[in-house]
């Protein structure tokens, strides 16, 4: 008797090139990496070596990631990077992008492929479900009932049927955009121009420096409407002189409102209210109910910032004032509840250190209490209702050359919370990396090479001089708690 043989289905067709472009650059533009530069960065180094990547070295991504500080990064950082971006992009498919087309993930390079042979691929793009569709047949032995496979091909068909829908109705929907001279043109998924508008004063070059991606948002914000836009606008005549405009559009380009950050108040000592939106983010939605916009921004050339809580038509629900200036926001669901909590980082002025905030999106009002310095408390705002708010050490190199060291990017993952703290401007890796668990206790305060060489440099003669020592490294643990917390310091994680 031949064997019988079993025909698997047919292999997917390959991705096209444009289409794994095009979910890149959806990621990249998504709010989950709008404040990720270094992540979104790694994982456009990954995508343009995409084709050769089975020969991409370890020491030119390092060189690419990192052209300033190649000499001192190792590929453990690199690998710690690598983690950063396979967290990331767990987070954005769990979140914004749980409906993309296709997946895009980074292989443990360190465990065997499937085949059993070493992986060497950095980075993967495949059709969502593939795995799915490409499982082996059920058993011969096992019979169907006609009923219930009719109702299986039946329930099949829907389902294709609904992605066709679902597929042509992305198609036409704002997916992309690009600032082209003073027009911003918005293109779909497919790259082509759905609609432009044009701005007679152009656009600052130094608030779009950075991109595109974290100066405007693709989403629905009410269950009634499609795709919709928001657009953060600054001019480019005059810049310093004019507020940042977060400007929201409709998915064919009809402008539906906008809104301007800030307000006039005592502390600003009559100087106009112009404030700069640093950060935007769209909270997810609840059942039933509108998303919440969350936009941050600060005052020039004064301290005070503000967080405000807008709704889906651009009207303010609610805002928190804090004295120093906020410029990193990151939204996150840190305890698996569905509800994502804001979290800031940056400068307070009070105390003149770096500083984290977390907000509950629904206790989102009040000033931070400056006791330190009562002359920059910001007045007639009420009691702050912070969930967390933590100030961290400044080592002797930033004291004697700063006023202050900063709180830069929060990135949140499987792993933990993370932050850095830069302590030196000279080098974009002088800072102190913290990692915490989903509960803000801290697991560890660790400096780099780039603060040490800083700070043998600095100390390498005069009455000042010493090398850096432990008591210094261990005084980078003690975080101080304002509010949120049992006791004046920063729960440590027992280990």
């Known amino acids: 008797m031949q064997p019988r043989v079993h025909h698997l289905p047919e292999l997917a067709e390959p991705l ?69 971006l396979r967290n990331a992009l767990e987070t954005y498919y769990n979140g914004e992008g749980k409906a993309d087309p296709i997946i895009i993930s980074l292989p443990n390079r360190a465990v065997a492929a499937s085949d059993g042979r070493q992986e060497k691929r950095w980075i993967v793009a495949k059709p969502r479900g593939e795995d799915e569709l490409h499982s082996p047949a059920p058993a011969e032995n096992v019979r169907v009932p006609k009923g219930l496979a009719i109702a299986a091909i039946i329930a099949a068909l829907g389902v294709v049927v609904y992605f066709s829908v679902r597929m042509l109705t992305l198609d036409d929907q704002p997916q992309s955009g690009r600032l082209d001279g003073s027009i911003l043109r918005v293109m779909d998924g497919q790259g082509k121009e759905l609609w432009s508008k044009s701005f007679p004063e152009g656009f600052s070059p130094d608030y779009y420096a950075q991109g595109l991606a974290s100066r405007i948002w693709f989403g629905v914000l009410d269950e009634k409407s499609r795709t919709e836009v928001l657009f953060l606008y600054h001019p480019g005549l005059d810049p310093g002189s004019h507020s940042t405009t977060l400007i929201c559009y409709s998915d064919r380009g009809k402008e539906k409102w906008r809104w301007t950050p800030g307000r006039e108040l005592p502390e600003l000592e009559g100087l106009p209210a112009t404030f700069v939106v640093k950060g935007l983010g769209v909270l997810k939605a609840r059942t039933g109910q509108p998303s919440r916009i969350v936009v941050s921004s600060i005052h020039l050339p004064l301290y005070p910032h503000q967080i405000a809580m807008l709704d889906s038509r651009g ?94 990017d929060v990135s949140v993952g499987n792993s933990g919370i993370r932050l850095n703290v830069r302590e030196c401007q000279q080098r974009d890796g002088c800072k102190i990396l913290y990692v915490f668990d989903k509960n803000f206790h801290l697991i560890s ?38 509010a949120g917390c049992k006791s004046d310091f920063l729960p440590i994680q027992n280990h």
């Not at 990621?27 to 990954?46: D, V």
């Not at 840190?334 to 629904?362: F, K, V």
């Not at 009420?382 to 100030?391: D, M, S």
């Not at 008591?471 to 708690?481: G, L, T, V």
């Open 315 to 408: 009207k303010t629900i609610s805002e928190y004032w804090h004295s120093g200036h906020l410029f990193y926001l990151t939204l996150a669901d840190l305890d698996g509840d569905g509800r994502e909590q804001i979290i800031a980082s940056g400068i307070n002025n009070g105390y003149h250190q770096a500083t984290l905030i977390m907000l509950d999106p629904d206790r989102v009002y009040g000033a931070s209490v400056e006791a330190a310095r009562p002359e920059v408390q910001i007045h007639g705002m009420g009691v702050p209702a912070e969930r967390l708010r933590l100030l961290f050490p400044r080592s002797d190199l930033n004291k004697a050359l700063y006023t202050y060291n900063e709180g830069q």
């Open 16 to 84: 096209e090139a444009s289409s794994i472009s095009d979910q890149v650059d959806r990621i990249l533009r998504s709010p989950s990496f709008a404040n990720k530069n270094q992540l979104r960065k790694l994982l456009e180094i990954l995508f343009v070596s995409i084709d050769s990547q089975t020969t991409l070295k370890p020491d030119r991504v390092i060189k690419e990631l990192w052209p300033d500080e190649s000499k001192t990064k190792r590929s453990a950082d690199l690998a710690t990077e690598m983690t950063r």
């Open 445 to 482: 305060a660790s400096d780099g090479d780039q603060f040490r060489d800083a700070h043998a440099e600095f100390y390498l003669r005069g009455k000042d001089a010493h090398p850096f020592t432990a008591k210094e490294e261990a005084e980078f643990q003690k975080i101080r708690c304002l």
